[in-house]
Structure formats: C-alpha cells, structure tokens
C-alpha cells in the first residue's frame, strides 16, 4: 500500500541511443520524491503513459476577476502599504462585456487613497483612469511560462550534479526558486478584495498576486498568485505600474473642482525671468533670480458682465479669449504629479529646493492661491503649491507660460470692429506736412468710391474693396506700452500718417502711425489710436493705412474693346 511519487524535469533533447534506428532519445531529469539522489530518464514515451492533462487543466490567467468588482486594492511595498478603496456602491447591473479590440467603456468608479500623512479625512481623491489601467492589466494578466519555477530548481540541480560532498544539496530545497526568482522578497504583493454576485448577498473574495524578480533585458516578471506555489513568468508590463511608486503617484491628478463662474477676480503677481547669461559669482542661477531678479508686475483681472477687464495696473477692457481658458484651467487645477508635502510652513531648504522663496507667480483666485516656485529639474514643468495646503507638485509648462503673461498681453487685440449694418463711407488721410492731405468717399446711392483733396478721380473697385477688407476689423500684433510718456521714440509725437474712418452711422476711429519696426510677418510700424497706448500693426496695416492720393489712381490709363478697333495710326 506503499506510494512513490517520481519526479521529472522538463525534456532536453540528446542522451544516449536506443531503439531500432539507433536514434537520440529525448531525456529529462527525475528523481523520488523526498530523495537528494537526481538520475536521468527517457521520455520518449511518456506522452502515451501521461497524457498531458495539466496545462489543458491550469489557467493561463494569474487572477481571474472583472474589474467592477474589486471594492478595494492594497498594493504591499517595501517602502509600505498603498491602500484603494472604491467609495462608489455595486451597481445592480454588471458592466458588459467589452468586445475584443474595442476600448474600455469610462470608469465609473470612485477610488479614494488612504492619506499616508493621517489626514483626518482618511482618504483623498485617487486617480480612477491609473487604478483602472492597473485593474485591467491585472485581470488580463496571463503566464507566458507556468513552470518557471521548476525550471529554475532543474536548472541548479543540473549545475550542481557532481558535487557529491553535499550531504543535503541546496538545489534540493523548494526554497530555491523563490530565492532565485526574487519571490523570497517579493517587489510587490497585491491584495484585491471582491465582491461578486447578487447585491443583497455578495460573495466577498480575496485574489493576491505576488511579484519576484523582474527582467529587464527580456521584458519579464516572475509572479505566483492567490497562495499557489507554482511560479508564473509573465510579460513586464505591471512593473512600471506598481514596482517602486509612491502613494502620491495615485493621487488624483484634479486638485480643485470650482465653478469657473464662481471666480470674479484673477490677481497674478508675476516676476521677470532674468536675462540669459546673467550669473553673479558663488550662485546658481536660481539664486540669481532671488539676488536680482525684478519683480515684474502685479495684474488683476476683473469679470463684468459685459467680460473681462483688466484694473491694475491699468483700466482697460481685457481679451476674455485670453482670460475665461485661464480662469477655466484654475477652477479645475490639474497637476502633472505630486512631489511630496512641505508641512504647515515649509523649511529654508524646502523654499529654495522648490523656489518658494521667491515665487515666479502667484495667482489668487476665490479662497485658493496658487504658488508656482521655480522648474523641475528634469522631466519638464514647475513645483507648486496651493497656499492653504502642504502638499507640492508640479504643473505643466503651458499654464505657467498662461500665468506669467504680462498685463500688455491681456489688451485685446482689435482696434475697431465695423458692424455689417453700419458700413464705412469715408477714409480720410492725413500726411505729413509736405504732403497734401485726401479723403475717399463712398458716393451716395452707389457702391462706387472717388477720390476727394488734391484731384477728384474714381477709385478702381478692386482697391477700394482690399482696403475696406483690411479696415473692417483691423488688429494690433502687439501693444508695446500702456502708456507713453514720450511718444518720440515710437515716432508718434508727428505721426507718419493719420488714418480717420467713418461709418454710415457717423462712428469715426482713427489710426496714427509712427516708426517702422520688425514684426513676425516683416516690416510693421508703431502705431496708437486716442488713449495713450503703444502698439504695433503687421505690414498689412500698415501698407493700407499709410497711403497717398496717387496710390488711389487707375492704373489702366487707356480702356478699349478690341473687337471696336478699325486701325491704328501714328
């Protein structure tokens, strides 16, 4: 009644000859169960004694489960516990199915962190789209190897055959593939705690999966799950989701979620960048910005509600286009990632780590202010903080390139806007006093345009229709200044040119144009209209409104029909 258990290795392919031709036949290594002595075996037939019914019989995937119906997820790590809850009930309907190839329907879960500071609270918001790619992967998780483990211990036994000095071998204990594969001291062990089944009387499950030693070079991970032995080789793809993250990397990423209505005043105190290639001896260049750098300016932004205006430093209507994305963006703040916590009062070495001793801007808006202090060193973006909180971390580049525009690029860029029921009648042009001044004038009853100062000619139809294109809704590229005290340098204290229109209505604007200067299309000029501001027009502009009476000439002198002609003479 006695029972011998054999053992047997993988097969390898040589060993000696046998059977009528002479060939190789296929061996492994076997030996008797709770024995240290190993031996070779042929196994050519073993596939008529032993049918291959286990890998038909063991599942591929390492945790079965659907992820709706995880209601939490505990990811052990060296460093500690990460623990996520879902705070949203079963839904009585189970989530479909999703078809092969197909993306995944939302989320809509409501996975809360445990605060690894010991909030009060005891959970903060966590990021749903990370947890759910994590769910997913773990429940489509299958073995590329199930016997990695074996393969190991046969592997070592091999190596070590011929050391016969070994009373116990080491490769004959089972701890030898865990301590080769890492499993011994585990990377990671995941905890699911599920719930499946009816609402009223849900089957409440546990699935583990326990992560080892994780191969680079080859993309694979060894893994054991729900308490089994066996050593699973998986694809890698869990590592860069689990292995080595913080509980941070699983906040969630939507710090504040404020009605954009609700905000009736942006304040932004930004400060200058110094200039490139400015360094004072003994400092980083972040401490040159401390040491030297400007302060910029402070701006407020006021909502009205006719728009935005700007009040400070001046009063002037402000670029809601600009304004209302910005004031979007901070009423739901969203960061890249969370850095760590400063505490109630961060430490002369934390304001300096993170630039929080001279911030490069400040912005208040509602009961929140935001502190952006200086860039991450590598990775892109700012560290920030909100001012009545502790945590630290970063924001994209793009909104504090939003945050640090001046007060000037908040003026809004249309000089003047002609209403289609309201069309222009007149231009009239004032040049400087060696030229004689002109207007154009629309004709009464007619569409028809002429030219009225020095002589009185028609204007042809295709230059008066590009110049009233030009001049329904002209732009300023970019203002200069919000007020000139010295109009000299702009060339406008004796303007270039004056350009007044006039609308049906009666409605007059009038341009004034100064020096040339460079812009982004090419040659442009300064120009202002009647406040004091400074700004500057594209060649476009420029080109349409600083014109001369002969510039508004035909310049076909002679018309004639061809099939009239009968002769030509000298």
């Keep these: ?39 070779e ?35 052990d790590l060296p460093t500690g516990p990460i ?3 879902n ?38 918001k966590a990021d749903n789209a990370a947890v759910d790619r994590l769910l997913t992967t773990l429940s489509t998780l299958a073995t590329l190897e199930r016997d990695a483990g074996l393969r190991v211990q046969v592997g070592a036994a091999i190596g070590a055959i011929g050391i016969p000095s070994l009373a116990t071998p080491w490769f004959a204990s089972p701890r030898v593939p865990g301590e080769l594969l890492g499993l011994d001291k585990p990377a990671a062990t995941l905890t699911l705690q599920i719930e499946e089944g009816p609402l009223e009387s849900p089957r409440k499950q546990t699935r583990t999966l326990v992560l080892g030693r994780h191969r680079a070079e080859a993309g694979k991970l060894y893994a054991t799950s729900n308490g089994f032995p066996r050593i699973n080789e998986v694809g890698d793809e869990l590592v860069a989701q689990v292995v080595g993250k913080k509980a941070l990397d699983f906040r969630g990423k939507k710090l504040l979620d404020l009605s954009p209505e609700s905000l009736a005043t942006l304040r932004i105190e930004r400060r200058d960048l110094p200039a490139p290639g400015l360094h004072l001896i003994g400092l980083t260049p972040w401490e040159v910005v401390l040491a030297v750098a400007p302060s910029g300016e402070m701006l407020t932004l006021e909502r009205t509600p006719s728009g ?21 963006r901070l009423a739901a703040l969203e960061v890249v990632t969370f850095v760590g916590s400063v505490g109630d009062k961060a430490t002369p070495a934390e304001e300096i780590r993170f630039g929080f001793a001279a911030p490069m801007v400040q912005a208040t808006f509602g009961t929140e202010t935001l502190v952006v202090g200086r860039p991450r060193e590598t990775g892109g973006g700012w560290y920030a903080r909100l001012a ?49 001044g002109f207007r154009l004038v629309r004709k009464k009853d007619a569409d028809a345009w002429e030219v009225v100062g020095p002589f009185t000619v028609p ?18 590229s970019r203002f200069v200044t919000h007020a000139a005290k010295d109009l000299q340098p702009f060339g406008l204290a004796t303007p270039r040119t004056t350009l007044t229109v006039k ?32 700004f500057e027009v594209e060649p476009t502009l420029a080109r349409a409104a600083d014109r001369t009476a002969l510039d508004f000439l035909d310049r076909n002198l002679l018309r004639l029909n061809p099939a009239t002609l009968t002769g030509l003479s000298e």
């Design 1 to 39: 009644g006695s029972t011998l258990t054999l053992e047997i290795g993988p097969t390898q392919v040589g060993g000696e000859k046998g059977g009528d031709k002479g060939e190789t036949r296929p061996r492994a290594v076997a030996r008797l169960a709770g024995q240290s002595r190993y031996f």
């Design 41 to 75: 075996v042929a196994t050519d037939k073993f596939n008529d004694l032993f049918p291959n019914v286990l890998d038909t019989l063991r599942d591929a995937q390492l945790v079965r489960f659907r992820p709706e119906e995880v209601r939490s997820l505990t990811i």
């Design 83 to 85: 623990t996520l809850t």
């Design 87 to 124: 705070a949203k009930p079963r839904a009585r309907e189970a989530t479909p199915e999703t078809p092969p190839g197909m993306p995944p329907p939302p989320s809509t879960a409501d996975w809360r962190l445990s605060d690894p500071k010991g909030d009060p609270k005891g959970e903060l």
């Design 308 to 328: 935005w205006n700007l009040t400070a430093p001046v009063k002037t209507a402000a670029d809601g286009l600009l304004v209302s994305p910005l004031a979007r």
């Design 388 to 436: 009545n909180r502790s945590e630290v971390f970063v924001v994209s580049n793009d909104l504090v390139e939003q945050l640090r525009r001046d007060s000037l690029g908040y003026r809004p860029g249309d000089l003047w806007t002609v209403a289609a029921d309201d069309p222009l009648v007149e231009f009239a042009f004032t040049r400087s006093k060696d030229e004689p």
């Design 459 to 476: 204007v042809p139809p295709a230059v008066i229709d590009a110049l009233t294109k030009t001049l329904t809704a002209p732009r300023a």
């Design 503 to 534: 609308t049906k209505s009666g409605k007059t604007f009038t341009l004034r144009l100064g020096a040339e200067t460079q812009t982004e299309g090419g040659a442009g000029r300064y120009a202002k209209l009647d406040d004091a501001s400074v």
